[in-house]
């Protein structure tokens, strides 16, 4: 699949008239990946041809690439030149995932002359690497768990502040539905009142009326 996808990439590349470097060396892994060495070689050393940044990964990757060939034809000789290319732009990167890959290389390609006294010298700088590296990588990973923990505690916090926030709400309608039952009752008993006032003032004037009629009466039983 990797060999496949590789050719439609540099198809592409050059119905675009741009010839990615990365792309021929996707070509030349996928060529290894098949045991393909030549081939993978011819793929790695026309990637180096390509004018790219001297510090660029592509030239890092390719010089990886070619010493690992190198290293599977047992040519620890010229694997080793090559390796030692990619050491320094891989140094000069700052990348220590590939730093290490090749460091580990050269120390490989070393033991194969054999020269035990670089090999051991390679392998120290691997280990030393390596511990580096999953020191960053533990610590880091104590960083994700504290952030971690510091959002789960903010996340209860909220949920905290949204429950306080409801209670809140829910206690303020409370007391505007009291507050209004109350209004209602008010107005209804002063309208209650209102309306009692007024019979009363019709009475009062029902019998004022009644006693001028009565006094009416008697003034006219008199004469």
Same mark, same amino acid.
């Given at each position: 699949?990797?060999?496949? &996808?590789? $050719?439609?990439?540099?198809?592409?590349?050059?119905? +675009?008239?741009?010839?990615?470097?990365?792309? *021929?060396?996707?070509?030349?892994?996928?060529?290894?990946?098949?045991? #393909? &060495?030549?081939?993978?070689?011819?793929?790695? /050393?026309?990637?180096?041809? %390509?004018?790219?940044?001297?510090?660029?990964?592509?030239?890092?990757?390719?010089?990886?690439?070619?010493?690992?060939?190198?290293?599977?034809?047992?040519?620890?000789?010229?694997?080793?030149? &090559?390796?030692?290319?990619?050491? /320094? %732009?891989?140094?000069?990167?700052? =990348?220590?995932?590939?730093?290490?890959?090749?460091?580990?290389?050269?120390?490989?390609?070393?033991?194969?002359?054999?020269?035990? +006294?670089?090999?051991?010298?390679?392998?120290? &700088?691997?280990? *030393?690497?390596?511990?580096?590296?999953?020191?960053?990588?533990?610590? #880091?990973?104590?960083?994700?768990?504290?952030?971690? +923990?510091?959002?789960?505690?903010?996340?209860?916090?909220? $949920? $905290?502040?949204?429950?306080?926030?409801?209670?809140? =709400?829910?206690?303020?309608?409370?007391?505007? %539905?009291?507050?209004?039952?109350?209004?209602?009752?008010?107005?209804?008993?002063? #309208?209650? #009142? /209102?309306?009692?006032?007024?019979?009363?003032?019709?009475?009062?004037?029902?019998?004022?009326?009644?006693?001028?009629?009565?006094?009416?009466?008697?003034?006219?039983?008199?004469?």
């Amino acid at each position: 699949s990797t060999y496949f &996808y590789s $050719q439609k990439l540099l198809l592409l590349d050059k119905k +675009d008239g741009n010839i990615n470097p990365f792309d *021929i060396y996707l070509m030349g892994y996928a060529c290894f990946l098949k045991n #393909r &060495y030549n081939d993978a070689l011819k793929y790695y /050393k026309e990637a180096l041809r %390509i004018k790219v940044q001297k510090a660029s990964k592509v030239l890092s990757d390719c010089n990886i690439g070619v010493a690992t060939v190198f290293q599977k034809k047992g040519m620890p000789d010229s694997g080793i030149n &090559y390796a030692r290319v990619a050491l /320094k %732009i891989s140094s000069n990167n700052g =990348i220590p995932n590939e730093k290490l890959e090749t460091l580990t290389l050269l120390t490989a390609l070393f033991e194969a002359k054999p020269n035990i +006294d670089s090999a051991y010298r390679y392998q120290k &700088y691997a280990t *030393i690497l390596k511990d580096s590296i999953y020191n960053l990588d533990k610590i #880091r990973a104590v960083q994700i768990i504290a952030f971690n +923990d510091r959002m789960d505690k903010q996340a209860e916090l909220d $949920q $905290q502040d949204k429950v306080i926030n409801q209670i809140i =709400i829910y206690s303020l309608i409370g007391i505007l %539905i009291f507050s209004l039952v109350i209004v209602f009752l008010i107005l209804r008993n002063n #309208r209650q #009142r /209102k309306q009692a006032y007024n019979l009363l003032q019709q009475q009062q004037q029902e019998i004022v009326e009644q006693k001028t009629k009565v006094e009416n009466t008697l003034d006219e039983l008199k004469s």
